[in-house]
């Protein structure tokens, strides 16, 4: 099993543009998550998922936009890329069915904008 | 809202050492508390938990610690040694009845370890 895949590890963007941070795991896990991490600080969740077809805004949502059409992928979606979403993105999983309630993170995605 | 402190922020310790970290958690709701180390550069890795049933748990030389009246948990790290060093973060669920198990995080613990 390789866990949680995201890519790109790496992306600067310039102001205004877009894109998309691709997050898939490979455990069956329903839950998945998108968090940031600024320099030195701790974790915000943006949004997160319990299942395929839901999704729901965490702390710090605006800005950004997710799917979840499959079990696998919760891609992120950036929309007019501004300097302050510069920051190092997580995406998660966990499965809370078997009473397993660790998550496991995918290596991260670091974003500059300029 | 709901919210977890975590301190101190830096902590440095001499090799064999030992180290505490603690976290107080705001929402009474909580019932799962896992312990997070992020290697710089890396990924947060999961390095132990404890469900809100049970006051201790340990791992080796690792333990965390639950005072559920008090609302805080520690992480005791024992014979710390210099790969012991990286940012720790603690969490506590945001359990809700629908059961969305988000974990709100502390803002992390940055450990040296000194040789």
């Known amino acids: 099993n390789a866990g949680v895949t995201q890519t790109p590890k790496f992306r600067i963007l310039k102001i205004g543009q877009s894109m998309t941070l691709q997050c898939t795991q490979d455990?069956?896990?329903?839950?998945m998550y998108w968090y940031r991490q600024d320099p030195g600080m701790g974790l915000k969740l943006i949004y997160y998922?319990?299942?395929?077809?839901?999704?729901d805004k965490g702390e710090v949502p605006n800005g950004y936009n997710v799917s979840r059409s499959t079990t696998e992928d919760f891609p992120l979606r950036l929309e007019l890329a501004a300097p302050s979403q510069t920051s190092v993105y997580f995406c998660?999983?966990?499965?809370?069915?078997?009473?397993?309630?660790?998550?496991?993170f995918g290596s991260g995605t670091r974003l500059t904008v300029v | 809202g709901e919210n977890v402190e975590q301190h101190p922020s830096t902590l440095s310790v001499q090799e064999g050492d030992s180290a505490v970290i603690k976290c107080t958690y705001s929402?009474?709701?909580?019932?799962?508390f896992p312990w997070y180390k992020q290697e710089l550069g890396k990924r947060p890795q999961l390095i132990i938990d404890?469900?809100?049933?049970?006051g201790e748990k340990k791992d080796q030389r690792i333990a965390v610690t639950l005072n559920k009246t008090a609302k805080h948990f520690s992480l005791h790290i024992t014979e710390t040694q210099p790969e012991d060093s990286a940012v720790y973060f603690c969490?506590?669920?945001?359990?809700?009845?629908?059961?969305?198990?988000?974990?709100?995080f502390g803002t992390g613990t940055r450990l040296k370890v000194l040789a």
């Open positions: 998660a999983s966990s499965s809370h069915g078997q009473g397993l309630y660790g998550y496991t």
């Open positions: 455990m069956n896990h329903n839950y």
């Open positions: 998922s319990v299942g395929a077809g839901i999704t």
């Open positions: 929402d009474s709701a909580s019932n799962y």
């Open positions: 404890i469900r809100s049933n049970v």
């Open positions: 969490a506590a669920t945001h359990s809700r009845l629908s059961g969305t198990y988000k974990y709100i």
